[in-house]
Nanobody, 115 residues
């Protein structure tokens, strides 16, 4: 089992920045990818960014140039730095991990961007 705990969400004005953190614990050996997804009210959950165990990254078109996903292997933590936030970025942000063929989700952290 893998446990994921997100932190760092909150209320920010448009144009501001936030850094989300996701701490993984449990059976973390074998995690081959981690990611951030988000879900706005009335919308489907969508990928924001992901990072593989090899360090390759991928970003949603809507967030390219405005966010950076990174990881600290020593802390088993993945970060999402988000800049130039817009009201459309308001959503619950979820941490995701894939270990072998099993996927895990965090409980989510709310990000609200005011105009």
């Amino acid at each position: 089992q893998v446990q994921l705990v997100e932190s760092g969400g909150g209320l920010v004005q448009a144009g501001g920045s936030l850094r989300l953190s996701c701490a993984a614990s449990g059976t973390i050996f074998g995690i081959n990818a981690m990611a951030w997804y988000r879900q706005a009210p009335g919308k489907q959950r969508e990928l924001v960014a992901d990072i593989t165990s090899g360090g390759s990254t991928n970003y949603a078109d809507s967030m390219k140039g405005r966010c950076t996903i990174s990881r600290d292997s020593t802390k088993n933590t993945v970060y999402l730095q988000m800049d130039a936030l817009k009201p459309d970025d308001t959503a619950v942000y979820y941490c995701y991990a894939r270990r072998l063929t099993t996927t895990y989700w965090g409980q989510g952290t709310q990000v609200t961007v005011s105009s």
